[in-house]
């Protein structure tokens, strides 16, 4: 079966850097685009970018260019998103979540999401 | 960007009873080259990660109960849930997968009367 695991609770200062993973199984890892999307407290959901896993190209949302960016390791079937110069705005549960359909387009419907991550930034 | 506005913002239903949910999108999320509504909904419970219901505004993914059904096209858009059980108490989130960045309503919490 499906299965994402990412990796777990971060605690960051600002203007620092995080890099979260997310494990994937039960599938061909390189047949699905994979998502970034994440919840601050007492917010809703909001998507940030995807990753190709295939070819390794991404498409971010314009509010995260220049600080957020998605990689991935094909050989460890695990994808990565790091952010840089973090604010206590970014504080969020985030998650990879896999797209729905397989092939070379993206279709966004978000299929399967990971556990979450809870990133806390603060002085 | 595409906006999602979700009303209302919170629902309460008495157990067995009809929930409805509505979300409007700021411009239309249908693809005339295939007729399809680029619309899904999904469900948010405490301590679980959110969960695909509906896509394409009115298919149900694999395994969602027949009592959650989806409707609308262009901008205006229904999820319903027709005879309410106590596990459906959760966030309820709408989303467009039109055009990037994919954007998602403000959320309904849905309680129990």
């Known amino acids: 079966q499906v299965q994402l695991v990412q990796s777990g609770t971060e605690v960051k200062k600002p203007g620092a850097s995080v890099k979260v993973s997310c494990k994937a199984s039960?599938?061909?890892?390189?047949?699905?685009?994979m998502h970034w999307v994440r919840q601050a407290p007492g917010q809703g959901l909001e998507w940030m970018g995807l990753?190709?896993?295939?070819?390794?190209?991404?498409s971010y949302a314009q509010k995260f260019q220049g600080r957020v960016t998605m990689s991935r390791d094909t050989s460890t079937r695990t994808v990565y998103m790091e952010m840089s110069s973090l604010r206590s705005e970014d504080t969020a549960v985030y998650y990879c979540?896999?797209?729905?359909?397989?092939?070379?387009?993206?279709?966004?419907?978000?299929?399967?999401w990971g556990q979450g991550t809870l990133v806390t930034v603060s002085s | 960007d595409i906006v999602m506005t979700q009303s209302p913002d919170s629902l309460a239903v008495s157990l067995g009873e009809r929930a409805t949910i509505n979300c409007k999108s700021s411009q239309s999320v249908l693809y005339s080259s295939n007729n399809k509504n680029y619309l899904a909904w999904y469900q948010y419970k405490p301590g679980q990660p959110p969960k695909l219901l509906i896509y394409w505004a009115s298919t149900r993914e694999s395994g969602v109960p027949d009592r959650f059904s989806g409707s609308g096209s262009g901008t205006d858009f229904t999820l319903t849930i027709s005879s309410l059980q106590a596990g459906d108490v959760a966030v309820y989130y709408c989303q467009q997968y039109y055009s990037t960045p994919y954007t998602f309503g403000q959320g309904t919490n849905l309680e129990i009367k």
């Open positions: 979540v896999k797209d729905r359909w397989e092939g070379v387009a993206v279709s966004g419907t978000l299929g399967y």
């Open positions: 990753i190709n896993p295939s070819g390794g190209g991404t």
């Open positions: 039960g599938y061909i890892f390189t047949n699905y685009y």
